[in-house]
């Protein structure tokens, strides 16, 4: 049973670009949830999302900052007209739809680096 | 809102000594708490967690952690530190169902040092 996996494992973006973050939850799991790890500091929650319905998006930065889940396919975390301060690691978290909710499985995450 | 407290950035023991990192939360009604491991440049593995029952709970790699509700306290330990726990460590809390929400809040993390 394969784990989450993100792609691209590394990605480099200049000021302005945008990037477009992968997620594919383990088999099995509907809910998928997005974190932001800056340099140094812990995982900070972004949104949590279930097949076609974003759940809860506090997280998230009000602007330039999007997410989804479709009905098939990855989630895509997509962050438009990239800065430098976007520069983080970015972890997908899944889990299943059921009492286990809670316990959440991590890929291997995202690092973006903006020039 | 809940909050995780984790003291102490940094801990160094050495190879063989105990392992002691600090957890401490804050919720209105006791969440669900749990440990996770990362290795450099790796994503986050769950370590052990708790949610009901014995306050005690075993975990992978040698560790354990005990809830006590009333020092709003999750620390893990392990009694003798190995060159390959050398990593980071977050505590985690989540709402227990039906409280409301499904966030998970982590600590800001301690680097764990194991000298040889």
């Known amino acids: 049973n394969a784990g989450v996996m993100q792609n691209p494992r590394h990605l480099v973006r200049r000021r302005g670009q945008e990037a477009r973050l992968r997620c594919s939850p383990m088999k099995g799991h509907s809910h998928v949830y997005w974190y932001r790890q800056l340099p140094e500091e812990g995982l900070k929650f972004m949104v949590y999302l279930q097949k076609e319905n974003i759940i809860d998006e506090s997280g998230m930065p009000k602007e330039r900052f ?50 | 809102a809940q909050s995780v407290t984790q003291l102490g950035s940094h801990v160094s023991v050495s190879e063989g000594a ?19 491991v990362q290795y450099p440049n790796q994503g986050l593995q769950l370590l052990l967690k708790y949610t009901t029952g014995a306050t005690l709970v075993k975990g ?57």
Not at chain 1, 83 to 104: K, L, N, T
Not at chain 2, 18 to 36: E, I, Q, T
Not at chain 2, 72 to 92: G, I, N, R
């Open chain 2, 18 to 36: 105990l392992v002691l990192l600090r957890c401490n939360y804050s919720s209105s009604v006791p969440p669900y708490l749990f440990w996770y």
């Open chain 1, 66 to 115: 999007s997410a989804e889940f479709p009905k098939e396919g990855p989630s895509i975390l997509r962050i438009q007209q990239v800065v430098r301060g976007d520069s983080a690691a970015y972890f997908c978290a899944s889990s299943q739809p059921d009492r286990e909710y809670y316990e959440q499985y991590f890929g291997p995450g995202t690092r973006l680096t903006v020039t």
């Open chain 2, 60 to 116: 992978i790699n040698g560790f354990e952690a005990e809830f006590k509700k009333s020092e709003t306290s999750f620390h893990l330990t392990k009694p003798s530190a190995h060159m390959s726990d050398a990593a980071e460590y977050f505590c985690a809390v989540t709402p227990t169902p039906g409280t409301g929400g499904f966030k998970t809040i982590f600590g800001a993390g301690t680097r764990l040092f194991v000298k040889a």
